[in-house]
């Protein structure tokens, strides 16, 4: 199938369920991005619907909008970094905390490592409303300060004990990368893991400094008193200067899509990056097993077995990641497949949370549109 039929095919049979989406109110606007590889060819579709923000005023959703990837920075910037500094031999997978911040930590985190840092098994809490204080501080003074907090922060539970998903590990992620670096973390990530795939401008932190203007706003903020479009919308990481370990990447919906598409192809060692192998991006992204019922592999998600956002059809191998803000990607080596959903679910508030029942049903209608495709 040719890519316009092929684009043509997955606009017809995703437009339906989306723009009833947008009209029950789920998100005020969506992007979807969708790669299916076959050998080296590759077939890609991505379209927006919608609204890119619905106060002050409306705006319309363009495929250069940019979103707030929030947690998506997890994945595709902090953990691509560290996967960069271990290929150098800079850090290990099973260094303890102290020697990869190159500080000493109180001592009932002396056990953690990097792999239950990344594995959300380190005993950190998952959030702490940081910013609170931190605001009260020059700005130049905030990250130090941050990092002292989370490392005087008592563990929520022993290391290794059980899995919790937490922002706190991934902050404590990003100073290592700038430590062990020697570089701020989003110099490093455009220097290291972008620019040699041709996204150093397109997946940014900090995107009004960069010149960029077309933005999915997020939530009109009871703090900052205002609709946050191009601002990061993680408080914490807002307070640090909008670049952390755990958000602050944003992205339009093609430059998402072609990342999320080379680590299916670096997996399956069909593309090379210059600063990782495919056989360590693998290592990452198998589940760890190191604690039980947990599904997490080194940084990226994979399918829980009963009620993933993925939906029922997904591969069991398959990796992924959710953002707090409506944006998401999966990669299902098995259909050799990538999906991407990114939405402004959290504009103008937050407590809207109809994504959680619409992101399963868009994955499965994803996957029987293209079973149908095939059978044509």
Known sequence: MGEDSFSAACFRGLDPLLRNAVSRHVFPGAAVGIAVHSGVQRQAFSACWGQAALVPQPRQLTQKTLFDLASLTKPLATVLALLCLVQEKKITL??????????????????????????????????????LQLVNHAPQARKDILHDLILADDLVY???ARALYSDLGFMVLGRMVEIQSGLPLDLYVREKVMAPLGLADALVFNPVEKMKRDFAATELCPWRHKVLAGEVHDDNTWAVGGVAGQAGLFGDIDSV???????????????????????????????????????????????????????????????????????????????????????????????NNLIREFRPLFHERVMEMLSNLQKT
């Open 94 to 131: 099973d260094a303890p905390l102290a020697a990869l911040l190159q500080h000493d930590v109180p001592a009932e985190k002396k056990k953690i490592t990097l792999r239950h840092l990344l594995n959300h098994c380190s005993g950190f809490a998952a959030h702490r409303p940081f910013y």
């Open 257 to 351: 899509l072609s990342l999320a598409s080379f680590l299916l192809a670096a997996w399956q060692g069909k593309a090379v990056h210059p600063n990782f192998s495919g056989a360590l991006l693998g290592e990452f992204l198998k589940r760890q097993e190191m604690v039980r019922d947990s599904s997490w592999a080194l940084g990226f998600d994979t399918p829980s077995p009963v009620g993933s956002s993925a939906g029922r059809y997904i591969s069991p191998a398959s990796v992924g990641h959710l953002g707090f803000t409506g944006t998401s990607f999966w990669i299902d080596p098995a259909r050799e497949l990538v999906m991407v959903l990114l939405t402004n679910r959290v504009h103008p508030s937050r407590a």
């Open 158 to 160: 022993p290391v290794g």
